[in-house]
Each structure stands twice: as structure tokens, then as C-alpha cells.
């Protein structure tokens, strides 16, 4: 049974780090590609990272690529996104998901290729 729960989120003042986890991918681990979306108060769903462990395979989005790490741990089967240098337009709800795919350029960064969710953990980055 997949059942993704995010963990790990909170408030931050502009500049600093937070580190989020999701685990209970289940019989999916590694098997799918798994990743984050954000969704800020007012905005759509926008997506921040998504790996195919096996094939060693990760998209970033634009404004993450350069402050945010995507790291898988095979020990607890959790997927980790580590957050530095975070900005208060980073401030949203960030999702845990994932997707049968395949995906790649043209289509990993699209809601609807990915069929579970998570509930979502808050970000908040103050000024």
C-alpha cells in the first residue's frame, strides 16, 4: 500500500535551510519516480524535483536547481529534499509524489502525470 507522508516542514527566516522527508512509498520505492510539488496561497502546483533512482535520472525546477538537493535513503526507504538558502517565495505547501511514468523534459514538471500525493507539509520563509 502507498500512503506518502511528508515530514519535516516549519517556518525559516530568508536564508536559512529546512529539510523535508517522505516515506510509505511501499512496493513503489525506487520503481517509480518520486518527487516534490509546491503549491503556494493563490498559485497552481508548481514542481520542484522528481528522481528515477534506479536509472540515477533528476529534474529540478529552475529556481531550485542551484539551492535544493533531491537524495534518496535506501535505509529507511524515505526521499528527502534538502531546502538552503530558502527565499520567502518559497514559502508553500510542499507535496510528496509520485509517477509511473516514464517522464523526462517535456512532461516531468505536469501534475498530472503523477498519481499519488501526499497531504503536504508548510513552508513558511519569513523576511
Not at 516549519?10 to 536559512?16: L, R
Not at 525546477?61 to 538558502?85: E, H, I, P, Y
Request: with cysteine; charged share 20%; proline share 3%.
Amino acid at each position: 500500500q502507498v500512503q506518502l507522508v511528508e515530514s519535516g516542514g516549519g517556518s525559516v527566516q530568508a536564508g536559512g535551510s529546512l529539510r523535508l522527508s517522505c516515506a510509505g512509498f511501499g512496493h513503489i520505492w525506487r520503481k517509480y519516480y518520486m518527487g516534490w510539488f509546491r503549491q503556494a496561497p493563490g498559485k497552481e502546483r508548481e514542481a520542484v524535483a522528481t528522481v528515477y533512482a534506479d536509472a540515477d535520472v533528476t529534474f529540478y525546477g529552475d529556481s531550485m536547481k542551484r539551492r535544493f538537493r533531491l537524495s534518496v535513503d535506501n535505509t529507511k526507504n524515505a526521499l528527502t529534499l534538502q531546502m538552503n538558502n530558502l527565499k520567502p517565495e518559497d514559502t508553500a505547501i510542499y507535496f510528496c509524489v509520485a509517477a509511473r511514468g516514464p517522464l523526462y523534459d517535456g512532461n516531468w514538471y505536469k501534475p498530472d502525470e503523477y498519481i499519488y500525493w501526499g497531504q503536504g507539509t508548510q513552508v513558511t520563509v519569513s523576511s
